[in-house]
C-alpha cells in the first residue's frame, strides 16, 4: 500500500502534516468535521421524498 501524505488546512491557510498534529488538534479537527456535517445534513422529511431517513443505517454499520 503507498504511504501518502495527509495534510490539514488551518482557518489561516497553513497547511500542517496530519501525522504531526497533536492529540488534542486531532480531536477538535474531528469534532469540527462532525458539527459541519450535521449542520450540512437536511432535516426531517427533506431528505427522502417518502419522509424516511435512509442514512442513519448506513453510520450504525460503521460504528459495529
Given at each position: 500500500?503507498?504511504?501518502?501524505?495527509?495534510?490539514?488546512?488551518?482557518?489561516?491557510?497553513?497547511k500542517?502534516?496530519?501525522?504531526?498534529?497533536?492529540?488534542?488538534?486531532?480531536?477538535?479537527?474531528?469534532?469540527?468535521?462532525?458539527?459541519?456535517?450535521?449542520?450540512?445534513?437536511?432535516?426531517?422529511?427533506?431528505?427522502?421524498?417518502?419522509?424516511?431517513?435512509?442514512?442513519?443505517?448506513?453510520?450504525?454499520?460503521?460504528?459495529?
Open positions: 500500500m503507498e504511504n501518502r501524505k495527509y495534510y490539514w488546512t488551518m482557518k489561516n491557510g497553513k500542517i502534516d496530519v501525522d504531526n498534529m497533536t492529540e488534542d488538534h486531532l480531536r477538535n479537527t474531528l469534532k469540527m468535521i462532525i458539527k459541519n456535517k450535521e449542520d450540512n445534513e437536511p432535516r426531517g422529511d427533506e431528505s427522502h421524498p417518502n419522509g424516511s431517513d435512509l442514512e442513519p443505517y448506513a453510520y450504525d454499520y460503521l460504528w459495529k
